[in-house]
Structure formats: C-alpha cells, structure tokens
C-alpha cells in the first residue's frame, strides 16, 4: 500500500512539473484592485529615474526605478548582489497627501501599494494608472529586505521623510518623462 501511495505521489508531481506555465502566474493583483504589480521586470524601452535602495541607512541593496509604460506609471524594486526583497510598501502621489504620524515619522501601513514577496524575489513592479496622479508627485518606496548583513528597512534615496527616522522620499514629475 506504501509503494502504490509513493508511486501516485511521485506521478503527481511529475505531470505537475510538465504542466504548461501561464504567464499570468506572474501577475498579482494588489490593493486597490485596478494597480497590478508583477515580480517580472517591465518590458518598457527603460526608465526615467533611478534611485539607490538604501538597506540600514548605509547599504546599497539595489535601485528603484522609474519609468512610463503605456498609460501607467512603473515603480520597480531591482535588487543587486546577494540582496533579496521580503516586502514593499510604496507611496506614489500628491507630496502634501504623504502618510505619516503627527512627529512626521513615515506610517508605512497607510501607504496605498503594498506585498509580501516569496523568498528569493530581487525584482518587483508596481504599476500605477497615470489617470489617478498629479504631474508631480513624491515616492516613497521602502523596502524589507535581506542581505549580506542580515534583516535590514530600506528606503529609496531622497530627501528625509520628517520626523525622528531616516525614512526618505524623492520627487518626480512625468513631465521628466517626455509626457
């Protein structure tokens, strides 16, 4: 009876792994339900801004990246080297509408656009609708990621965020970006 369950087991795995793989596995939907962000790098011609990951405060775990595709705007989390995305919380919109607490501190839980990412993530896009922003705008992209030195919050480089942390932000106009 052991062999007859270990023999089923091992065919189930292997016709799953010879499965065709839909490529919208990669799509996740995230919260509002009309931003789709992907682990897949964009397929633009390139983008408008780069900015250091900072991982505590004096690490550089990798980039954000900005760029117009079609009618959206792309905010990617690229990490390089031996760093790994755990999660994301990003900030993309008016620079007055910036969440944070009555000390100035970042509420990172109240930014809009956030995910948990599998293990080994070291690219992630969010992709925000044009329609619903401003010409200019303040990000805030932070990060949890692993790396070298360990568990570390990470920032995109910029100006300080307020308050008594390090968190930062930078602005940006679409205007930069040929629109």
């Keep these: 009876m052991k062999t007859k369950l270990l023999i089923l087991f091992l065919g189930v795995i292997f016709l799953s792994s010879c499965s065709k793989d839909n490529e919208n596995d990669n799509l996740l939907i995230n919260q509002p339900d009309d931003i789709v962000a992907s682990r897949e790098q964009p397929t633009s011609d390139g983008y ?55 000390s100035g ?18 690219t992630y896009t969010y992709s925000i609708p ?24 990470g920032w995109a480089a910029g100006l300080p965020y307020g308050g008594n942390s390090w968190a930062m932000y930078f602005e940006y106009c679409l205007d930069d970006c040929g629109l």
């Design 130 to 153: 044009l329609s619903d922003l401003p010409n200019c705008l303040c990000i805030a992209a932070h990060a949890e990621v692993n790396g070298p030195t360990g568990s570390e919050t």
């Design 105 to 122: 501190n970042p509420r990172i839980g109240h930014f809009p656009y956030s995910a948990s990412h599998p293990n080994g993530t070291t």
């Design 48 to 102: 408008c801004v780069q900015v250091d990951l900072m991982a505590g405060q004096h690490y550089d775990s990798g980039n954000v990246e900005v760029a117009i595709y079609g009618d959206n705007l792309l905010v990617t989390y690229s990490m390089e080297g031996d760093w790994i995305l755990n999660a994301s919380h990003l900030f993309v919109g008016d620079c007055s509408q910036r969440p944070s607490n009555k």
